[in-house]
């Protein structure tokens, strides 16, 4: 028998930034809030404390911001025919836990989403023809537009500190040299100028000059200088330690729901964050057209139940999906009819790199780093290039973001080199301090068959169903990695190094769950304008529940060529105005299916 709780306003699922964005927007409004969070407290202090955080082996090996896989996990297969197994460790994508999420953990880049991938669908059928698009295939438009969600980009700009070269604002070029030209036009500047650059991102910049391309500087949470928020948050300058992605930052430097939210919100007398809650399902009323609150396990290993009036769904991407299933809520997909909503288009991302090696009196130095900082190319991400005659679907930012190379993870040899032994460690010795990663960084589309359901073996702690991915690279992923490959080569060679390393994907390439790529996992739970197609409206509200709104990664339709945060964080503030102007008014669906 559950232990039943206070009543309250709207219950989170989940602290990381949708999570913080959310319960600061809705006690705003005057609600009563308690977030739920998984994993246990989490904050600069002790979590970023110095000199304890810079430990590679304890954060990025031992993965100690990262979720727990004994307790629940993910099984993964490539295709419908094969009996998916789980996900025993942490490598190909790396979900966190903990207050904070991947939002504590993360790198820091912190762009804005190119507004043609929000109607992705439209643009390519009026542009190419709807033939264009391969058959299985199922890429759709989110249902908001650019300068719709272009007002809560710049709101969570000015939340993140985020450093950066404007190109235009309402219409006027601003920057002669650092802006990227591609960007789409912006209400106001960044809060802060762009970083310094890094001598690698430096040569990347110059190389990229030469052959053509238009460089510019990344946009990256990370701050150039001191800063105060909107919400009184204080942020110190980045001193390019190179302990940004995995860390804590003891800097205060990168941006943070612990650091750039939670300050604010500790203040806040109609807001509760409860840690180690696992939240085992959404309750819903016999007709299930309403949630009447959730159900979790506490620390000491007691059922909860948590009333409340609105439920927010914002944990990481897979999260929001697997509790959607086992809650109930909207129709489960099924890869054979097509039909259902919830686990659809769920899409990956599409890296691919290069690394160049250069003589003994080159010093790129890749220990300094910081997580967002670097210089970009966008010649060919979005549709920014025909697509016509490459016969491919999506684009790819080229980037040198160097983050910091790590001695025990961060140590890339040249081809043919031993995996052991005294050669191998000539090898390091002779490279480590003398190359350059660089990195294209591609839209993932959806497909037919890259789909997430409840697997049927395996359960987790709680006797609970865990969620099967069902995955696998698609030939539209392997020629786009391959024109990637091609036209980012050339801005390497530009570097005069003397070896490249590195190959794209092709016809035999699967997905592998043992080689980091990213962690920007998307659908699952998409955004959109048809009940049909789509878990939750424009708004993140689910169709099906009128209540309940599912917020994150796990809302778009497809990937982007961005990382996805910064339109995280747009959408979760937009759908919390959305809620605020006009659910609270009249609670029903926001949109009429």
Known sequence: MATVMKKVDAVIVGFGWVGAIMAKELTEAGLNVVALERGPMRDTYPDGSYPQVIDELTYNIRRK????????????????????????????????????????????????????????RSHYEERYGKGFIPKDMTIQDFGVTYDELEPFFDKAEKVFGTSGTAWTIKGQKVA????????????????????????????????????????????????????????????????????????????????????????????????????????????????????????????????????????????????????????????????????????????????????????????????????GNGVGVDDFNADNFDHAKEGFVGGSPFWVNQAGTKPISGLPTPPGTPAWGSKWKAAVADAYTHHISMDAHGAHQSYRNNYLDLDPNYKNVFGQPLLRMTFDWQENDVKMAQFMYDKMAPIAKAMNPKLIAGSPKNANSHFDTTSYQTTHMNGGAVMGEDPKTSAVNRYLQSWDVHNVFSIGASAFPQGLGYNPTGTVAALAYWSARAIREQYLKNPGPLVQA
């Open 65 to 120: 911001l990262f979720q727990d896989l004994s307790k629940s996990t993910v099984t993964i297969r490539h295709n419908g025919s094969q009996t998916a197994v789980p996900y025993r460790q942490l490598a190909a994508f790396l979900p966190g836990t903990g207050v904070g999420g991947a939002g504590l953990h993360w790198s820091g880049v912190h762009f804005r989403v190119d507004p043609i991938e929000l109607r992705m």
């Open 176 to 371: 002669q040299k650092g802006g990227n030209r591609f960007a789409a036009d912006r209400s106001s500047d960044f809060p802060l100028p762009a970083q310094k650059n890094t001598f690698s991102a430096q040569l990347f910049e110059k190389a990229a000059l030469e052959v053509g391309y238009h460089p510019y500087n990344l946009p990256s949470a990370n701050t150039s200088d001191s800063y105060t928020n909107p919400y009184g948050a204080q942020m110190g300058p980045c001193n390019f330690c190179g302990f940004c992605s995995g860390y804590a930052c003891y800097m205060y430097s990168k941006a943070s729901p612990n650091v750039n939210i939670l300050p604010a919100l500790r203040m806040e007398k109609r807001f509760e964050l409860r840690t180690n809650a696992n939240v085992l399902k959404v309750n819903l009323t016999d007709d299930k057209s309403r949630a009447t609150g959730v159900n979790y396990i506490d620390a000491q290993g007691r059922e909860i139940e948590q009333p409340a009036e609105l439920v927010i769904l914002g944990a990481f991407q897979f999260h929001n999906v697997h509790l959607m299933l086992l809650s109930g809520i909207g129709k489960p997909y099924d890869p054979v009819t097509g039909e259902g909503v919830v686990g659809r288009n769920f899409a990956y991302q599409n890296m691919t790199t290069i690394k160049a090696f250069f003589d003994k009196d080159v010093f790129t130095n890749p220990f300094i780093g910081a997580g």
